[in-house]
């Protein structure tokens, strides 16, 4: 499934929002700057504690897409547009071209984000895309995991669980005595 650039970025904003639960890397104002910096959030910002714990506040939530039902996710979604009182609108900003924005640029950030998630999650439940959420499959992370691939063949999330789990699997090869090169 090929998403729409803005609907593309929401998702992985999303997904890169909750995996800062689990180590827990969202605790200052400047980790929050970065992670607004990094998925390009547009609108006022206040800089400032409450900030942050608004934001650090709604992970737990939006982790509910992750291995939710599509009724669930559809009622999260519902809940979330209703919250942050969406009214779609098409607007061009920075090198962005057309794209929709459901929240007001003065909206606090934490509803602009949640608008915005669940209008990216919208398109991902309308495109029966739902199986794109899923979890790292090393055994231990917990972190969720955006599969945008062609094929459909993300495993694992990008604190390097792939590469550890390669790692292992070949060196057991290797006590074993296999001399078979595996395929990454």
Known sequence: MDFTHDTRLSLQALTALVNTRRPDTLTTVVDLDELCARWR???SRTHDGAELEAVRGVRDRLAGFWGADEQAVVDLINALLVEGRALPQLVRHD???WH???APPDAPLVVRMLVEYAMAMMDVVRSGEL???HYCAADDCDDVVLDLSRNRSR???D???GNRSNVAAY???RRSGSTVAAKT
Do not use: E, M, N, P
């Open 95 to 97: 090198d962005f071209d």
């Open 171 to 173: 060196r057991a090869r």
């Open 159 to 161: 604190s390097g669980c």
């Open 155 to 157: 495993k694992y999330c």
């Open 100 to 102: 929709i924005h459901a």
């Open 41 to 43: 959030w547009s609108g």
């Open 131 to 133: 199986d794109r959420l």
